[in-house]
């Protein structure tokens, strides 16, 4: 293997384009011909130059530290060994990837990128003295991107002479694996600089959605319910941790619950953005950075990186398991009602456990909430309404139940009962779940579970961000 420390002919030539002719040449992606420039050798800048390079393009890779480039490389290498290894690719392909693959030690070996994309520090003061020399550096119709997470890509670029051509280029880590990429507009974003961009990380093979510069852009901000209602529940005694991310993924679908992902990310990256976010939006109080996490990261407890976080993750250590209710009574019958198809798995799941399930309740209940009569006990999807609320407005004690993604796949329930509501009535209500193959989470009676909760704010606030208009809904749904 050798990584070439040469640069091919430069491009720049006396020919650039008059500041009156500045017209891009690409209209499209980058073809693989055109060069990329990445500046920052960390994990997130040398998983770009591998995505680059991986279709086509020579890549340079800049760093002020020959060190940081050294072991970016050596990331790259070991990533690529293990595709290789694994069959993805052949000992040909790799060699031809690290061959496009440029050292470099001044910002003048750059001249010959189209495309210089910036993954250093989250500096605004260091990026804008970067972006600033860049432009003396590149030919006019480069185009400057930044990797940046929180920071406006608008206030980068106002210092540039030509900011039109500065635009957000956010990956996801680890970059060869994450598909997403987010192409930020700034305020004076040429839009076919944007444009291009896009489609260049289409063509290496990601999915891309444009956003404005706000601040979270679209996955920072849309998803910080996902972490922050998680932190709220257990701030309020809701539920414990293990409980909250078993309930998350067994029951909502999603690969990990949302402290696993927070100890992933690292705590004090999580606990950093969502004071940005908060910040930039001059302490929304639905951002407000949690007391919790706080802690966690005064402790030092980042998550796996550090050993711990909100999971002990040294060698041998146990993972707490999530709370799990004793067996209850199965029901021989059961009443169904409100016409909900997204419960009525729960109903077929009762037949096919040979519980008589009837359809027909002249009782006083509500149309508009969906669930089930169980010996007297009224099971109700939860709305956000407590059961404790309901159960003094009701001729029934009532317990509420967690939204699941899909109730046939679901592996957990999370239940909840109201104050008024004994034990055994709690026992009955678990023992329903339990007769058609769930196991059962007993929570706090705290509005809106677990699931339905977090859901609830995720949608909110991706709403929120379609109605404002930084993205679209098909963008939401990507990101």
């Not at 990261?297 to 041998?316: C, L, M, Q, T």
Request: hydrophobic fraction near 45%.
């Amino acid at each position: 293997m050798i990584i070439r420390k040469g640069l091919p002919p430069s491009s720049k030539n006396a020919n650039r384009p008059s500041p009156v002719n500045r017209g891009y040449k690409f209209m499209t992606a980058l073809s693989p011909a055109q060069a990329v420039a990445v500046i920052g050798a960390g994990t997130m800048g040398a998983g770009i130059v591998q995505v680059a390079a991986t279709a086509g393009h020579d890549v340079y890779i800049f760093d002020t530290s020959g060190e940081a480039i050294d072991k970016g490389i050596a990331q790259i290498e070991k990533f690529l060994a293990r595709s290789v290894t694994k069959g993805r690719m052949d000992e040909a392909e790799r060699g031809a990837i690290l061959g496009r693959i440029h050292r470099c030690h001044k910002l003048e070996d750059l001249a010959p990128a189209k495309l210089v994309i910036e993954a250093i520090v989250e500096n605004i003061d260091i990026k804008r003295s970067v972006f600033s020399q860049l432009e003396d550096i590149l030919d006019e119709d480069a185009i400057l991107a930044s990797n940046t997470s929180s920071i406006s890509i608008t206030e980068i670029a106002a210092q540039l002479k030509r900011p039109e051509r500065m635009v957000g280029m956010h990956f996801f880590n680890p970059a060869p694996i994450m598909k997403l990429v987010e192409i930020i507009h700034g305020l004076v974003t040429d839009k076919q600089v944007a444009d291009i961009t896009f489609a260049t990380a289409e063509a290496w093979g990601k999915k891309v959605v444009h956003a404005k510069s706000t601040p979270g852009f679209i996955v920072n901000r849309v998803a910080r319910p996902f972490y922050s209602e998680a932190l709220r529940i257990l701030q309020e005694g809701g539920a414990d941790i293990p409980t909250i991310d078993a309930c998350i993924r067994e029951a909502g679908g999603f690969r990990m619950g949302p402290f696993e992902l927070m100890d992933l990310i690292g705590n004090d990256i999580n606990f950093s953005v969502t004071q940005s976010v908060y910040n930039a939006y001059f302490q929304e109080p639905r951002y407000r950075p949690s007391l919790i996490q706080q802690e966690q990261v005064a402790a030092g407890r980042f998550g796996r990186k550090s050993g711990y976080g909100y999971y002990n993750y040294a060698e041998g250590a146990e993972k707490t398991a999530p709370h799990t209710a004793a067996p209850g009574p199965a029901p021989v019958e059961v009443t169904v009602f409100g016409e909900n198809a997204l419960i009525s798995p729960l109903a077929r799941l009762a037949k096919e456990a040979g519980i008589t399930v009837n359809s027909d309740l002249e009782q006083d209940v509500p149309d508009y909430q969906p669930g089930f009569l169980v010996d007297n006990i009224l099971l109700l999807l939860s709305d956000g309404t407590t059961a404790t609320e309901l159960t003094s407005v009701m001729p029934y004690e009532v317990v509420t139940f967690d939204l699941a993604l899909d109730y046939n796949a679901a592996s957990r329930i999370a239940i909840a009962k109201g104050d008024q509501v004994s034990e055994e009535s709690l026992a009955v209500a678990a023992g329903f779940f339990q007769a058609i193959g769930k196991q059962v989470s007993v929570i706090d009676d705290c509005p809106g579970l677990i699931v339905m909760r977090i859901v609830a704010m995720l949608a909110n606030e991706g709403s929120d961000a379609i109605y404002q208009g930084v993205t679209t809904a098909e963008g939401v749904d990507i990101a």
